[in-house]
């Protein structure tokens, strides 16, 4: 009976313990999921640069978008994805057997999902002229995911945090924002 008592007073201080650590990855399983996403991340990495500038450039002058060079930044965009991988193709890869490394790669597939939505938000849009703030905002989520899956992998520590999402405000098609009331007094 003490010895059950014992087990009752020390079971939930070993389950906390095991459940607020968190799970290291074995050097082996990270160097294997570098071999196998290191050049992937790269071409993940460009489509994200690519897809900012190209929305900085639409978001100068609209009017433009039906030009060769937006329809080339398009194209290259579709074809850095594309190398990083379809959400399908990365579904199916073989990753090491670790919790950590699969949350990791399900946020990086989320990554290729949402800029894949984006450059088509942009592409419709581009046409219509209307708003591109979904495509903003999953431009941001992919960049954070992306930062953020860098950092892990690559046990990056340089005191610096991955920056936060933006928020982008919808507006209808012809509305102008009022940026005075965005200035802080």
């Known amino acids: 009976m003490i010895r059950y008592m014992k087990f009752l007073m020390v079971a939930p ?3 906390a313990t095991l459940l607020s650590c968190d799970e ?4 082996k399983d990270l160097e294997e999921y570098k071999s196998i996403m290191d050049i992937r991340l790269g071409h993940l990495g460009n489509a994200i640069i690519m897809q900012g500038r190209l929305l900085d450039a639409f978001n100068l ?4 978008s039906d ?5 080339e930044a398009e194209e290259l ?5 594309s190398s990083f991988g379809e959400p399908e193709v990365l579904r199916n890869l073989k990753i090491p057997n670790s919790q950590k490394l699969r949350k990791i790669h399900f946020s ?4 290729s999902e949402l800029l ?14 209307g708003s591109v703030s979904f495509a903003e905002r999953n431009l941001e989520k992919a960049r954070f995911n992306f930062q953020t899956a860098v950092k892990d992998i690559y046990a990056i520590d340089d005191g610096s945090k991955v920056k ?8 209808d098609v012809g509305e102008v924002p009022d940026a005075s009331e965005k200035l802080e007094k």
């Open 67 to 71: 030009e060769d060079h937006f329809k």
């Open 116 to 129: 894949i939505a984006a450059t088509n938000a942009l592409e419709d849009n581009a046409w219509l002229g």
């Open 24 to 27: 290291k990855v074995s050097q």
């Open 61 to 64: 002058r609209n009017d433009r």
């Open 77 to 81: 965009i579709k074809g850095h994805i």
């Open 13 to 15: 201080l070993l389950l």
């Open 108 to 111: 990086l597939i989320e990554s």
């Open 164 to 171: 936060p999402e933006m928020e982008y405000e919808e507006y």
